[in-house]
């Protein structure tokens, strides 16, 4: 137990390693003073362009895979290891390094969930947000929609974490909450990311 909590808590800090403000303020941008003024990688190519919004999207990202296939050997069973998928995206919506603001969590839970499932499963599943996001191009709602889907996915082929797949989506749909109501008032901005 007391390694599990070891590892959490550091999943966690990983996930608080907030690359939305980090590569804003390497461009010289308070990506708080910006757009929806939270750190992520949409509002990063808002300010910076799609590049730097890309490589903050990239970077957030890994702090979702790497844990996963960092402690998977150190786990016990697949509710440690849900846990621990799903923590570095609470580190990264509330990150501990700046003062509990930080984005939306979208990358990190794709990157937990490329995790979890490996490469051969992730594909199909992440060809799923990519036509959400062509489709609609906003990143908010391919990602309020995504960890949805992906619980239904994982239903059927990985149902021991379907509860990781449901969390995650309630986590994302509380963090989106402020995307959700200008969805709803058809006042979401498009996204200025690129495929």
């Not at 903050?56 to 990202?61: E, M």
Request: net charge positive.
């Amino acid at each position: 137990m007391i390694l599990f909590l070891s590892i959490s808590v550091l999943s966690y800090l990983v996930g608080s390693v907030s690359f939305g403000h980090i590569v804003a303020k390497y461009r010289g941008i308070d990506i708080t003073n910006i757009g929806s003024k939270s750190a992520t990688a949409t509002n990063v190519a808002r300010a910076a362009g799609w590049k730097w919004g890309s490589l903050a999207a990239v970077l957030d990202f890994s702090k979702g895979v790497l844990p996963v296939l960092l402690f998977r050997p150190l786990l016990e069973n697949d509710w440690q290891l849900m846990a621990v998928a799903l923590v570095p995206t609470i580190g990264h919506i509330f990150p501990v390094f700046f003062k509990f603001k930080g984005g939306k969590g979208g990358s990190t839970f794709l990157g937990a969930c490329l995790g979890l499932v490996g490469i051969k499963f992730f594909i199909p599943a992440f060809a799923v947000w990519l036509l959400l996001f062509a489709a609609t191009k906003i990143t908010a709602l391919a990602n309020l929609l995504f960890p949805w889907l992906f619980s239904i996915f994982l239903y059927f082929f990985f149902p021991q974490y379907l509860a990781f797949g449901i969390t995650g989506a309630l986590i994302l749909s509380f963090a989106l909450r402020e995307n959700i109501k200008r969805l709803i008032r058809r006042e979401e901005p498009k996204s200025p990311l690129k495929l």
